[in-house]
């Protein structure tokens, strides 16, 4: 085997050997090559020594839902053009650290305890936490029904990139290999009630008070909603995003269709693609912020008598 297969090979039996199921990811990016990414998931070490020694370019993904883990992960602020939401449009919160800092303050508990972690090709971190027995804590997005702005969290249906994944030429690498500690009881709880609220929430968007383009216009948004979900296939996934978000800017443009609608409701309909992956919560948003841009510039406005 070249030195790249072997250590190739060896950071993914690494991860095999903490008892994190793995799988892999398309050469330089964090794409599963597996659309059944989960149901790949292995520990067995000649699996992992026959596709890898095959497959040496290839990255390594961990499934964080059969591993037992939850992932934090905490992300920088990459530039000016970054808007902050209005809650953390205050001194001292640039990223985040800064974030989760607040968030632990809020709630009267000490920061999370060292365990193991991941730096990030994007200069962020992977905090790895161990889920208790019994529990099934799955994906958050940011301040998306998260723990807050520029932290995601990755458990039972999502995955992350392993140590030794390279990613546009940059890799993930371990900054600390302590233990994998367990996942404190309080964010247990917080997470636990996230996630309770976002089930109690409509899935679809809500009904607009627009007269009587309301009905119209209502149906237009679900049926860019339904669209951008049943895209399945790698690559087409963010394209169909991209597209939903023009179509809605578009009627946003036109007056039809308030933008803080819109944006919701291509939130929801990327939340499983989020869940799975497929692409972050800054990509999601930078690509709806993308399409709706690109459709106020041909503003469709809806006549009253068609639309009723």
Not at 278 to 295: D, F, K, P
């Amino acid at each position: 085997m070249t030195p790249t297969t072997n250590a190739t090979v060896n950071a993914a039996l690494t991860a095999a050997g903490l008892g994190w199921h793995v799988f892999p990811l398309a050469p330089g990016s964090k794409r599963p090559v597996f659309r059944a990414w989960e149901t790949h998931a292995t520990t067995a070490p000649d699996r992992i020594r026959r596709y890898w020694t095959a497959h040496p370019r290839h990255g390594i993904g961990i499934a964080c839902g059969p591993s037992g883990l939850l992932v934090i992960d905490i992300d920088r602020s990459k530039s000016n053009a970054d808007s902050r939401p209005p809650e953390w449009q205050r001194p001292g919160i640039t990223d985040g650290l800064d974030v989760l800092a607040a968030v632990c303050e809020q709630a009267g508990e000490p920061l999370p305890p060292t365990t193991y972690t991941v730096a990030t090709p994007s200069g962020g971190r992977h905090l790895y936490f161990a889920q208790p027995a019994g529990t099934e804590l799955r994906n958050t997005q940011g301040e998306y029904g998260g723990l807050g702005w520029l932290i995601d969290t990755r458990g039972h249906g999502g995955y992350v990139a392993a140590p030794g994944t390279t990613v546009s030429g940059r890799s993930y690498a371990v900054v600390d290999d302590g233990p994998v500690v367990d996942l404190p009881a309080w964010l247990v709880d917080k997470l636990t009630a996230l996630a309770a609220s976002a089930a109690a929430e409509p899935v679809g968007p809500t009904r607009l008070r627009t007269g009587h383009l309301s009905r119209y216009v209502d149906r237009a948004v679900r049926a860019e909603v339904a669209h951008v979900r049943a895209v399945q296939h790698e690559g087409g996934r963010n394209h169909a995003l991209f597209m939903a978000a023009q179509n809605l800017g578009q009627l946003v443009a036109g007056g039809a269709l308030d933008e803080a609608t819109a944006r919701e409701a291509l939130l929801a309909a990327a939340a499983d693609h989020l869940a799975a992956g497929a692409y972050t919560s800054r990509e999601a948003h930078r690509t709806i912020a993308s399409g709706l841009a690109a459709g106020a510039r041909r503003p469709r406005r809806i006549e009253k008598t068609v639309a009723a």
